[in-house]
């Protein structure tokens, strides 16, 4: 079956500690890219990228970083949490920008 | 500059038709979307209309393009009580095919 897998589905960690949420898919898709959602802002952007080895900056990177080592992992890292990234996160892939994002269920972190 | 409005809450009966209404900033504007999230999932693909169309029906659904107004409005006929979800209207544009700006997402809920 076609899917984005992230795990964990929820987290609940301390200031500071870092962490990593995974998100893999299986569609070969060269691009995938990393979402938080918040009550009223809809999606924002976080990170973004376009194929291996290549990522870049989405709308709010800040305390965020990534990796695209293969073409079917795109790993979320928040080396320091603070509480302000308390937020819904999806990751998504499709195969070119343009088209339809396939997204995975979503990872609930809480920063306390 | 980029941004894509739409209203928080709409409330319809059951049976009724639905129109979610979605206001978008840039008319770069390549693809423009319908996205469905229901509860605690990821977001889906609902349709979707190229920039150059001023309508797309899909059974259900249909979309309506108003590019002088920067407009677009999605209608779901006979709404049933499975349609209850957020429905998140988004584009990408011309300049950055990498990026999918979404709005803040329109609850939509039925009553009886």
């Known amino acids: 079956e076609a899917q984005v897998t992230q795990n964990p589905r929820y987290l609940i960690t301390v200031t500071g500690k870092k962490l990593t949420v995974t998100c893999s898919q299986n569609?070969?898709?060269?691009?995938m890219s990393w979402y938080r959602q918040d009550p009223g802002l809809g999606l924002r952007q976080i990170y973004y990228?376009?194929?291996?080895?290549?990522?870049d900056k989405g709308d709010v990177p800040e305390g965020y970083k990534v990796s695209r080592k293969e073409k079917r992992n795109f790993p979320l890292i928040l080396e320091s949490p603070s509480p302000n990234q308390t937020s819904l996160y999806f990751c998504?892939?499709?195969?070119?920008?343009?088209?339809?994002?396939?997204f995975g269920q979503g990872t609930r972190l809480t920063v306390v | 500059g980029e941004d894509v409005e739409q209203s928080l809450f709409l409330s319809v009966r059951e049976g009724d038709s639905s129109v979610i209404n979605c206001t978008y900033t840039?008319?770069?504007?390549?693809?423009l979307y319908w996205y469905k999230q229901e509860p605690g999932a990821g977001l889906q693909l609902l349709t979707y209309?190229?920039?150059?169309?001023d309508m797309k029906q899909d059974q259900r659904l249909t979309v309506l393009l108003n590019k002088k107004d920067k407009h677009l409005s999605l209608r779901i006929a006979d709404t049933q009580t499975g349609d209850s979800a957020i429905y998140f209207c988004?584009?990408?544009?011309?300049?950055?095919?990498?990026?999918?700006?979404f709005g803040s997402g329109t609850r939509l809920s039925i009553r009886p």
């Open positions: 990228s376009m194929n291996v080895e290549a990522t």
């Open positions: 998504a892939s499709s195969p070119q920008g343009r088209t339809e994002a396939f």
């Open positions: 988004a584009e990408t544009l011309y300049s950055s095919a990498s990026k999918i700006i």
């Open positions: 569609m070969n898709h060269e691009y």
């Open positions: 840039d008319s770069s504007s390549t693809y």
């Open positions: 209309i190229f920039s150059n169309m």
